[in-house]
């Protein structure tokens, strides 16, 4: 079992956790951001993405490579590793660059990095709240986008 499996991110840790990412999307000019286990539970096409890379990597004698860039018409998404378990996604569009992305992403990503390390230290709790989010809880907590 990984450190990963049964994760429950404390009310407080999952507000400051948000405060990093609310603080990453105003210094980016990123449109969204979303925080995901590297097993896609929340994005598992962005997740699937970063993990096929791997072989690459080691083809080059590199662990991994710890951030991915993919450019669209209209929007592109900035997918960056957080530590061994979570992965920092970005959605942005013209009004901002790769760049300032990418900066403001390596910030957030050693901030939630940093949270996520803590809450693996900390007893895990039990009961009805400890227990993971439905799909449908998933889905209905976000918004939906206009295409």
Known sequence: MSPNDNLAIHEEDAQRINGVLLHFLGESGAMESLLIDRSG?????????????????RLL????FTMLFHQGVKESIH??????HAILLA???SRTTVGM??????EASTAIGAILAETRTRPQRTGVLSTPLHKDEVQSSLRERPV
């Open 101 to 106: 992305v990418r900066l403001f992403a390596k």
């Open 41 to 57: 539970q929340l994005l598992a096409l962005a997740a699937g993405a970063f993990s096929s890379t791997a072989a690459m990597a």
């Open 61 to 64: 004698g590199e662990t991994e």
């Open 91 to 93: 959605i942005f569009d």
């Open 79 to 84: 997918v960056a590793a957080v530590d061994e």
